[in-house]
Each structure stands twice: as structure tokens, then as C-alpha cells.
């Protein structure tokens, strides 16, 4: 069942967080997941909203999205990503039918 990342950034720094998409999206690809999309938040319909980009990667699972996250490699790069904006990481899976 595919599990997906979903990245609501509040961005501090356009050039770091240009620096860590560059290292991060690869890492995520190289650990099969593939990048959905990425994009400024243009409206909040409902509620209150603070981020003003927004990314979605879809893994085949929960699992693999965890070791992702959990990798060595993209531990290192917290301290680039928390420079760079203030993120919001979600994991959704497909519910079954």
C-alpha cells in the first residue's frame, strides 16, 4: 500500500532550501520515491495555514518512507533543511477498499 510524504514548508531561506531540495528529492528518488509535486501554496480555503510551499512523494510504502527519513544520509541534512524553513512532514497512506 503506497505511503506519501507531504512537506508543508514555512521558508526562511530561499537558497538553503534550494541547497537541501537539491540533495533531499535525489536521496528520496534513490530510496523509491517519486516526487508528485512541488509548489508555492496559492489559497487556504479552510482553517489557518502558515506554509507557503508545499511538496507530495508518493513510496511504495510506509516502510520505505520511514527508512528513508531514518537514513543516515537524510538525518544529516536536518540541520540545512531547519535553516532553510520550517516544515511540516505528513505521512498518508491509501486506505484500503
Known sequence: ???YLIAHAAIKDMDSLKEY????VPMIEAA????LFRGPVTQVLVGGHDA???AAFRFPDRDTLQRWYDSDAYQ???PLRDA???M????VEDMPE
Open 88 to 91: 511540516t512532514f505528513l505521512v
Open 1 to 3: 500500500m503506497s505511503a
Open 21 to 24: 531540495a537539491g540533495q533531499a
Open 84 to 86: 532553510a524553513a520550517d
Open 52 to 54: 507557503n510551499l508545499c
Open 76 to 78: 544529516a541534512l536536518i
Open 32 to 35: 523509491g520515491g517519486e516526487q
